[in-house]
C-alpha cells in the first residue's frame, strides 16, 4: 500500500514566522488531504488536494502528483497553528486514506 | 451542517467487557470510515463502507472487532473481550462517495483496564 513521510517530524518557530511542511507519498494518488490535529485531538481539515495549489487565508499547499509530493505553506504563523499536520494519501483502494507519522509545529509567542 | 459526530467521547472498560462505539456520518455521505489513533501505530485504518456494505475490512486488527452500518448512516464498531491493546481514540469520517473529501468525527477515548 501507499506509505507517508512527512517532514520535518517536529518544527518550532516563533510567531509572525512562515514555515514550510513537506509530505512524500510513494504511489498515485486519487485523494490527499492535509489536515491539522488541534491540542483536543480534532482532526480539521485544511485542504483536499490531489493535485494542484489552493490558498486558504494564511495557508496554502501544492501537490505535484507526478513528482509524488505535497507542500503545506504557512505564513505569518500564530499559536493558534500549534498542534499536528498530517497528509494522508489514498490510492485506488476504496480511497482510505493512509497516515504518515505527522509534524508537531510548536509556534512561540 | 451538522458534522461528524461520535458517542460515547470516553469510554473505560475492564480487560475482557464488550464494547460499542457509535459514529453519526454527515447526512448524505455515502462513504463512512473508522480508524484508531494510538500512541504506538499512530493513526490506522480499520474499516471502509459504502452504503451498509463494507467492501474493506482489511485494517480490522483481529476477529474481535466487528462493525455494521444501518439505513445507509449510523455505523457501530463493537470489540469483544477487550484487551489493553485496545487501548485507544477511535475516530470516524464520512465522505459524499469514495475517495471523495473526508471528514472526521471528535473521536472515542477507549481506555481499557
Known amino acids: 500500500g501507499i506509505q507517508v513521510e512527512q517532514s520535518p517530524p517536529d518544527l518550532i518557530l516563533q510567531e509572525g514566522a512562515n514555515s514550510t511542511l513537506r509530505c512524500n507519498f510513494s504511489d498515485s494518488v486519487n485523494n490527499l488531504q492535509w489536515f491539522h490535529q488541534n491540542p483536543w485531538g480534532q482532526l480539521i481539515n485544511l485542504f483536499y488536494?490531489?493535485?494542484g495549489t489552493k490558498q486558504n487565508g494564511r495557508l496554502s499547499a501544492t501537490t505535484v502528483a507526478t513528482e509524488r509530493y505535497s507542500l503545506l505553506y504557512i505564513s505569518s504563523s500564530q499559536t493558534t497553528d500549534s498542534g499536528v499536520y498530517f497528509c494522508?494519501?489514498?490510492?485506488?483502494?476504496?480511497?482510505?486514506?493512509?497516515f504518515g507519522q505527522g509534524t508537531i509545529l510548536t509556534v512561540h509567542p | 451542517g451538522a458534522g461528524v459526530s461520535q458517542s460515547p467521547s470516553n469510554k473505560v472498560t475492564e480487560k475482557g467487557k464488550d464494547v460499542e462505539l457509535r459514529c453519526d456520518p454527515i447526512?448524505?455521505?455515502?462513504?463512512l470510515y473508522w480508524y484508531r489513533q494510538s500512541l504506538g501505530q499512530g493513526l490506522e485504518f480499520l474499516i471502509y463502507?459504502?452504503?451498509?456494505?463494507?467492501?474493506?475490512k482489511s485494517g480490522l486488527p483481529s476477529d474481535r472487532f466487528s462493525a455494521e452500518r444501518t439505513g445507509g448512516s449510523v455505523s457501530t464498531l463493537t470489540i469483544q473481550r477487550t484487551q489493553q491493546e485496545d487501548s485507544a481514540v477511535y475516530l470516524c469520517?464520512?465522505?459524499?462517495?469514495?475517495?471523495?473529501?473526508?471528514?472526521f468525527g471528535p473521536g472515542t477515548r477507549l481506555t481499557v483496564l
Open positions: 469520517a464520512s465522505s459524499l462517495q469514495f475517495a471523495a473529501e473526508q471528514f
Open positions: 488536494i490531489p493535485s
Open positions: 463502507f459504502q452504503g451498509n456494505s463494507a467492501p474493506d
Open positions: 447526512s448524505g455521505h455515502t462513504a
Open positions: 494522508p494519501a489514498g490510492g485506488t483502494s476504496y480511497g482510505k486514506l493512509t
